[in-house]
């Protein structure tokens, strides 16, 4: 199995809580990894510190065997990791095309260009329509950010990691706040990328991981208390003692 | 073409046909006035290319203003008096550059130190750079410490004489009309889209790849030059160069225009500046105190009218916040 992502020894503290305590962790290529664990388990902590805008305290994160663990964030996303925002983080003052057509513009090299408008580059639109189709959002291409629905920002979320063209997507809780059917439209979408696509999934919508995952990692109180395939995991006892709450 | 562009152009041709008409109908001193106003409107688009498109609000412009200036001055009073012939000159091309070389590399070392801060820090530490400056020619006695400096030739330029109002009003009003062509240009481009990202969600678009610090700085330094530009033209429109151009205040009133004007527009800069210099006018025939009602009419602007006046005139206008 060719690992994309290795995180070997990862520990940061706040104050004396271990937020995050001794993590060894692999990424496959072109898998689904889900991170489940309880409230509090240190998941969001451990995203920061992939994407970089947490330092850790210890332990090494390497990404395509480049050990990245002092690279600073925007650094990182130009090496190819991309993120989702548990809490939506869009530019609601721009519109949707143009807030994908940032995330495209992020693959060049640098954007110290000052002449051409940026709007009548064929390249940046078309490929942000593209993320948009993936995501079922091209019909509202023209719309003000702000006027679309929280499920929309959610896919709008995954249209940005999409259009960075990123080799890994580590997404936050991208199920957050959906009701029913947007949550399976969600899992829809995500389906589509998981073939094509390296991702590492923070999720507490328990349907939505079973469904996807290949490989499946629980975190309580900063430890990885077991990694495994969705079976493995359903029938590891640990794991059902300390989190799917099963005597 | 919408109704901005619209606007942009009638102000931009009235700004064009009314001061040669106050000249020819004998109303030179109206002619002085738009000469004002045009030069401080170069100053506020240059502003809004930060505070507009990069939300950055910055309290230090003054000293552009006045290093470009003093980039006139000391040239042409050393071409008078003598002494430190390496930079002595009534040529316009080389006070021209000086001006804008300088405030550039004052605008990268300062801005280095002042983008590491946000919000308020940002506005006291840009606040604090130009009082420093401020207080340096207070301190040189040979340019005449706060008493100024008096020139009495001004930028030499081929074909054009900057001692003809008409020429001078021309020249500020080409190198206007420049600079906001610069400024929208940049707004719009691939920079233009990094720098208002950054002004919405910085954390998004270090996420998304970009180190958003050298593109701000990038912009402050843009910024910084355009507005020793307007300073070059400021003390050959005065002719009398004192610390007292890059007063506090004066930042303070450029960053009035900018937002009275409508912030992150084209022509809103000039709108503003347009409004300042004729409110300052008729408010100080009637009462010393004209600082005051200027005051709650800025604020009655910024609570009432999202998008200053422009924003008002055209339409776009939304009251209140959400």
């Known amino acids: 199995m060719d690992s994309l992502l290795t995180i070997s020894g990862l520990t940061k503290s706040f104050g004396g809580v271990h937020a995050t305590n001794d993590v060894n962790l692999e990424v496959a290529k072109n898998q689904l990894h889900a991170i489940i664990g309880p409230n509090g388990a240190g998941k969001t902590t451990l995203i920061s510190q992939l994407s970089g805008t947490l330092r850790p305290d210890a332990g090494r994160i390497t990404f395509e065997g480049r050990d990245i663990t002092a690279t600073p964030a925007y650094k990182r996303a130009g090496l190819g990791i991309t993120r989702s925002f548990q809490i939506t983080s869009l530019l609601s003052a721009m519109s949707v095309i143009e807030n994908v057509a940032l995330a495209v513009q992020a693959r060049n090299k640098h954007s110290f260009r000052f002449v051409r408008a940026a709007h009548k580059i064929s390249y940046l639109r078309d490929e942000a329509m593209r993320a948009l189709e993936k995501v079922g959002l091209a019909h509202r291409a023209g719309e003000n950010t702000a006027g679309l629905s929280h499920g929309e920002h959610r896919q709008m979320e995954i249209a940005l990691a999409l259009a960075t063209n990123a080799r890994l997507m580590l997404l936050d809780e991208p199920m957050a706040g959906l009701g029913p059917t947007e949550s399976e439209k969600m899992i829809e979408i995500l389906q589509g990328l998981k073939s094509t696509h390296t991702i590492l999934l923070i999720e507490h919508d328990m349907d939505a991981v079973f469904a996807l995952a290949d490989q499946i990692s629980v975190l309580v109180y900063g430890k990885i208390i077991a990694t495994g395939t969705p079976d493995e995991i359903r029938s590891n006892v640990a794991v059902r003692h300390a989190y799917l709450g099963e005597e | ?322």
């Open chain 2, 1 to 322: 073409m919408d109704r901005k562009q619209m606007i942009t152009l009638a102000v931009m041709a009235a700004l064009l046909i009314l001061p040669p008409l106050f000249i020819w109908t004998g109303y030179a001193f109206y002619l002085d006035l738009a000469t004002r106003l045009v030069i401080l409107a170069i100053a506020a688009v240059s502003l809004n290319l930060l505070l507009g498109y990069g939300g950055m609000a910055s309290f230090g412009h003054a000293a552009f203003i006045g290093i470009g200036a003093y980039a006139v001055g000391i040239p042409a009073y050393h071409n008078t008096y003598g002494e430190f012939e390496l930079v002595a000159s009534y040529n316009g091309f080389f006070q021209i550059f000086l001006a804008v070389a300088i405030t550039a590399l004052f605008a990268l070392i300062t801005g280095i130190i002042c983008l590491r801060t946000k919000g308020v820090y940002f506005i006291m530490i840009t606040m604090a750079f130009a009082q420093m400056v401020f207080y340096l020619f207070i301190s040189l006695e040979v340019y005449g410490g706060d008493d100024g400096l008096v020139i009495d030739t001004r930028s030499e330029f081929p074909l054009l004489n900057l001692d003809n109002p008409l020429h001078l009003y021309f020249f500020s009003f080409i190198s206007l009309a420049a600079a906001m062509l610069i400024v929208r240009t940049i707004a719009r481009s691939q920079f233009g889209m990094v720098l208002k990202g950054a002004m919405g969600n910085e954390e998004r678009m270090i996420a998304l790849g970009y180190n958003t610090y050298a593109y701000k700085l990038t912009a402050y330094v843009i910024s910084g030059a355009m507005c020793g530009y307007a300073g070059a033209l400021l003390g050959n429109f005065t002719t009398f160069i004192s610390p007292e151009m890059m007063g506090w205040t004066r930042s303070g009133e450029l960053m009035f225009m900018v937002i009275l004007g409508g912030a992150g527009s084209t022509i809103g800069p000039v709108i503003g500046s347009g409004l300042f210099v004729l409110v300052e006018e008729l408010l100080s025939s009637f009462t010393i105190y004209w600082h005051l009602p200027f005051g709650l009419m800025l604020i009655l602007v910024v609570l009432l009218f999202r998008g200053g006046l422009l924003g008002l005139i055209s339409g776009n206008s939304k009251s209140g916040g959400h």
